[in-house]
């Protein structure tokens, strides 16, 4: 685990194509769409400047229901999310919380140890499929 739960890697693609990607392929693995948010489009609403920076919400109940059965805070880290920014050096990474985060943060017992390998494993695919590789 990361030293703060967050799992970055980088991305070949930019901040938009890296979340559209992400959207593609979450969706082609039965997962549910929630929101994308663009930081960098609210800023500048208000007359700030962000770099390209987007969240994806997405999830899938059979496997976040189990952990908030466990302990219903997990709530406020589910759905999952994945964050894809645009450093100060122009490179693209895309980040996720890790399950041992999630699993430490909300005391998860061992009922929810399956549901966060297959949610840990699954999102690391999707991530880097969005940010390597082709469909």
Do not use: Y
């Not at 969240?55 to 908030?68: D, E, Q, R, S, Y």
């Amino acid at each position: 685990m990361s030293e703060n739960g967050i799992e970055s890697i980088a991305s070949r693609h930019s901040v938009k194509d890296t979340i559209d990607r992400l959207a593609a392929v979450a969706e082609e693995a039965g997962l549910r769409i929630f929101a994308r948010i663009d930081h960098a489009q609210n800023a500048a609403q208000v007359g700030l400047d962000l770099r390209p920076t987007e969240v994806l919400i997405f999830g899938n109940a059979k496997v976040g229901t189990p952990l908030m059965l466990d302990n219903q805070l997990a709530g406020l880290d589910l759905p999952l999310r994945a964050l894809a920014w645009e450093d100060e050096a122009g490179h693209v990474w895309l980040g996720h919380n890790t399950g041992e985060w999630l699993s430490k943060r909300h005391s998860l017992g061992a009922q929810s140890a399956g549901s966060l390998a297959a949610m840990s494993s699954g999102l690391e695919k999707l991530c880097a499929k969005a940010a390597e590789g082709s469909q």
